[in-house]
């Protein structure tokens, strides 16, 4: 087997510690973070400020323009203070940090060696309660009853529409490269799941700088649309929220890719 070489984000100073003694990478974003041992996006080429907008892009950004290319050509992953690379599904979890550790991946099997990428297990958005959708837009529920009672209705597009602004992914997808832009708008116009929470591990750092030379530069597009000033949590975290989308359908069309649980767990409640 392979170590796996895995960076942490966490918004929360006093995290360091605990995050260390799991033998992950501190990586430390937000104005709270004032420990200087952590990892953070703020110097060299940067895009710091636009931390409350693109939650751990900012990490993403800085280290593909200061670091990627001075890794070793080994397994790279990301997670984050609440969500973790689990070995099996449903572990036992308490709340001690070294039982905690147990349930985490820190190596790549055997049986993965032969794939480029890792993605988390598909979140299935058309198993959502339905009072959710109809809280947050009750309006286009009524006006289309076929959303009520057929679930393959529910795509990853009316997901994002519902929670993120009607309209708002279909005008970001415009902004795309010529050759993404179909397959794309096809994938979250059928697909009813995708990789959540922005958590990927890559086999070689070429494959990940294959990515964030794709993800990056539609982001900036797209900033001529949505610019920054953003309010509410399903807005102000826009760039965000397409790239996490973009992520999903990205790996699955560019890698042979496996999928491992996400194990959700604040950091925070480990002693």
């Not at 009520?148 to 009316?158: G, M, S, V, Y």
Request: with cysteine.
């Amino acid at each position: 087997m392979q170590k796996v070489k895995i960076y942490c984000i966490t918004i929360n100073n006093d995290h360091y510690d605990k995050i260390k003694k799991l033998d992950l990478i501190p990586v430390g974003l937000g104005k709270n973070i004032i420990n200087s041992e952590f990892i953070t996006d703020k110097d060299g080429t940067n895009i710091h400020s636009k931390n409350l907008y693109y939650g751990e892009y900012t990490f993403h950004y800085w280290l593909w323009k200061n670091k990627l290319e001075k890794l070793d050509n080994e397994w790279i992953g990301f997670c984050q203070y609440r969500k973790f690379w689990g070995i099996q599904k449903n572990p036992l979890i308490n709340d001690n940090l070294e039982d905690f550790k147990k349930n985490l991946l820190f190596e790549i099997p055997v049986e993965f060696q032969n794939y480029d990428s890792i993605i988390g297990e598909p979140l299935y958005v058309n198993k959502f309660r339905l009072s959710k959708f109809i809280k947050k837009n009750f309006k286009k529920m009524v006006l289309n009853p076929t959303l009520l009672f057929n679930k393959e209705k529910r795509t990853i597009k009316f997901h994002f529409d519902m929670m993120h602004g009607e309209g708002n992914l279909d005008r970001a997808i415009k902004l795309l490269e010529s050759n993404e832009q179909k397959d794309f708008t096809d994938y979250v116009n059928t697909e009813v799941c995708f990789n959540p929470h922005n958590m990927f591990i890559c086999k070689s750092k070429k494959t990940l700088l294959n990515y964030y030379q794709s993800v990056f530069p539609w982001l900036e597009r797209s900033e001529k649309i949505f610019g920054f000033n953003l309010e509410g949590y399903g807005l102000q975290r826009i760039y965000g929220f397409l790239a996490e989308r973009y992520m999903s359908y990205w790996f699955k069309k560019y890698t042979k890719y496996m999928t491992l649980p996400i194990i959700v767990k604040d950091i925070s409640e480990l002693d």
